[in-house]
């Protein structure tokens, strides 16, 4: 049973990776993200810590 996760691993790395190539190629910017957010407004102040 040890063997098995790192076989499906090596099988699976090469798939996984042209799926995060091809998903990056067609990414397009957020826009419009939390529009109604108050951290969205000018007169927000920020909290440091």
Same mark, same amino acid.
């Given at each position: 049973?040890?063997? &098995?996760? +790192?076989?499906?691993? +090596?099988? &699976? *790395?090469? +798939?996984?990776? *042209? =799926? !995060?190539?091809?998903?990056? &190629?067609? +990414?397009?910017? @957020? ?6 957010? @108050? !951290?969205?407004?000018? *007169? =927000?102040?920020? @909290?440091?810590?």
């Amino acid at each position: 049973m040890r063997g &098995q996760a +790192a076989c499906w691993r +090596a099988s &699976q *790395d090469p +798939a996984l990776g *042209d =799926y !995060i190539r091809w998903r990056n &190629q067609r +990414a397009r910017p @957020k826009s419009g993200f939390a529009t109604r957010s @108050k !951290i969205r407004h000018p *007169d =927000y102040l920020f @909290k440091a810590a």
